[in-house]
T-cell receptor
Framework: KAGVTQTPRYLIKTRGQQVTLSCSPI?????VSWYQQTPGQGLQFLFE???????NKGNFPGRFSGRQFSNSRSEMNVSTLELGDSALYLC?????????????FGPGTRLTVL | GIQVEQSPPDLILQEGANSTLRCNFS?????LQWFHQNPWGQLINLFY???GTKQNGRLSATTVATERYSLLYISSSQTTDSGVYFC????????FGKGTMLLVSP
């Protein structure tokens, strides 16, 4: 099976712009979660999607949003980018929500905001 | 929310040495995982270990859920073991520790 894929892998934007990141889960996986990793805050949970519905959201401003499509692919969007949004954004998939199975992570999208 | 603490924050080893990484968590958990993040940022699953002991080659992990800690053992370390090791609790909403950065020198 192919692993979790994320596109693009690298992205450079300027303050005030918006960005959309994409995540394709492992085939058959229906749960997708997003995480932000920064040197200062570490790995922080952003959102979780299951069956096209957002089930949980972390403590992030409304500029961060996402969605999940019927094929389980997910996108996240950040509007009005700030310098502090520079981070590695990781997507993870698992077969079912609340699964006892482990989460499988993609390679990440490294976003730089100038 | 639940707090996850890892120690030590940094570790430098010579190739061939053994090490123990610790993860403490503030509340009872039903799910604990260990990950290795390579220098390119990829998080690799090592163990799903809510309790008990598991081994995979040179790596093994033990979780004592009643005492709220987990240990990751690395034996005969190799330079490819370098990277950051994270423990995380939860299911589809993981709470991560700050990680242990391991550098194995030849």
């Amino acid at each position: 099976k192919a692993g979790v894929t994320q596109t693009p892998r690298y992205l450079i934007k300027t303050r005030g712009q918006q960005v959309t990141l994409s995540c394709s889960p492992i085939s058959g996986h229906r749960s997708v979660s997003w995480y932000q990793q920064t040197p200062g805050q570490g790995l922080q949970f952003l959102f979780e999607y299951f069956s096209e519905t957002q089930r949980n959201k972390g403590n992030f401003p409304g500029r961060f949003s996402g969605r999940q499509f019927s094929n389980s692919r997910s996108e996240m969007n950040v509007s009005t980018l700030e310098l502090g949004d520079s981070a590695l954004y990781l997507c993870a998939s698992s077969p079912e929500r609340g699964s006892t199975d482990t989460q499988y992570f993609g390679p990440g999208t490294r976003l730089t905001v100038l | 929310g639940i707090q996850v603490e890892q120690s030590p924050p940094d570790l430098i080893l010579q190739e061939g040495a053994n090490s123990t990484l610790r993860c403490n968590f503030s509340d009872s958990v039903n799910n604990l995982q260990w990950f290795h993040q390579n220098p390119w940022g990829q998080l690799i699953n090592l163990f799903y270990i809510p309790s008990g002991t598991k081994q995979n080659g040179r790596l093994s992990a033990t979780t004592v859920a009643t005492e709220r800690y987990s240990l990751l053992y690395i034996s005969s370390s190799q330079t490819t073991d370098s990277g950051v090791y994270f423990c995380a609790v939860g299911y589809s909403t993981l709470t991560f520790g700050k990680g242990t950065m391991l550098l194995v020198s030849p």
